[in-house]
């Protein structure tokens, strides 16, 4: 049984009734660390030292600011003895980049930050310990934060999508056909063109393109769907399905999806 959580959904400016976006993947494999990641980990009753991978897609602060209070955390309450092995994946210059982000927010605390982690900037590798192996790939991004996606592949053959942070590219339409799902971002409406965000203009003719494969949005630019305020959620074809934070799927041997809604 894989089971990917959501326990945030929102893109930079936390939409009313949203939290940053983040992805956890069987309970220990975590795609990007926001700000608000601590308090998304406690709402689900889990520690930081239960996180054994921890996967970067690009340095915007919405994905990378939360490092800190993640490895301060873990250092002085979850795993003060350090029994507990973490292993970053990330581009190369990184692990000084988000090293850094440590030595400014907390000085003279986290000045072992990159002892802590087994670093590795590979663009392939298997998750040893887990069943899961991925291929990080470039995406359609603000250029200065090195943005990429990640397709992740079980062993039992299920493929998932995650696209970071990406406008309509064809790094990620080449690899949408075989994804069993898509995580895709929706960070802008349809008020202009954003060639570094899907627009739900954008996720409309995706999810035209590639039916066959289970699209969840996430890094919502709209207030959560019981919210008047702010951008309202968009109305997406049925086959797309919108994430709303603490949202969930499970799929099982047979390759079935199941979506838990947490509302
Ligand atoms: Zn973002
Ligand atoms: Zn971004």
Redesign the pocket.
């Known amino acids: 049984m894989i089971r990917i959580d959501f326990l945030g959904t929102g893109n ?1 400016f936390t939409p009313s009734g949203r939290l940053h976006a983040l992805t956890l993947i069987d309970g220990k494999i975590l795609i990007d660390t926001p700000p608000t990641l601590i308090t998304q980990l406690r709402r689900k009753g889990l520690k930081t030292s239960e996180i054994e991978y921890l996967l970067f897609t ?1 340095w ?1 602060a ?2 990378t600011f939360g490092f800190p209070f993640f490895m301060l955390e873990r250092k002085y309450i979850s795993d003060p003895k350090r029994e507990k092995d973490l292993k970053i994946y990330l581009r190369p210059g990184g692990k000084e980049k988000i090293s850094n982000l440590c030595n400014i927010g907390f000085p003279g605390s986290l000045e072992d930050v990159e002892k802590m982690a087994h670093w590795h900037e590979e663009e392939m590798c298997e998750l040893a310990g887990t069943n899961w192996s991925f291929e990080r790939f470039p995406v359609c ?2 250029p200065e ?1 090195d ?1 990429h996606g990640y397709e992740l592949t079980h062993n039992t053959g299920i493929k998932v999508l995650h696209c ?2 990406s406008g309509p590219c064809e790094e990620i339409e080449s690899r949408a056909e075989s994804a069993d799902v898509v995580i895709l971002e929706m ?1 802008m409406p349809d008020i202009g063109k954003f060639p ?1 965000h899907y627009t739900p203009s954008d996720v409309i003719n995706f999810s035209n393109k590639f039916p066959k494969s289970l699209v969840l949005v996430t890094h919502n630019f709209a207030s959560s769907k019981n919210i008047s305020e702010g951008f309202r959620v968009p109305e997406l074809p049925k086959e797309v399905y919108q994430l709303e934070d603490g949202d969930a799927i499970e799929i099982n041997e047979n390759g079935e999806i199941k979506i838990i809604n947490n509302s």
């Open positions: 930079a690009h915007h919405d994905h991004h603000t934060t943005p970071g942070d960070g570094y």
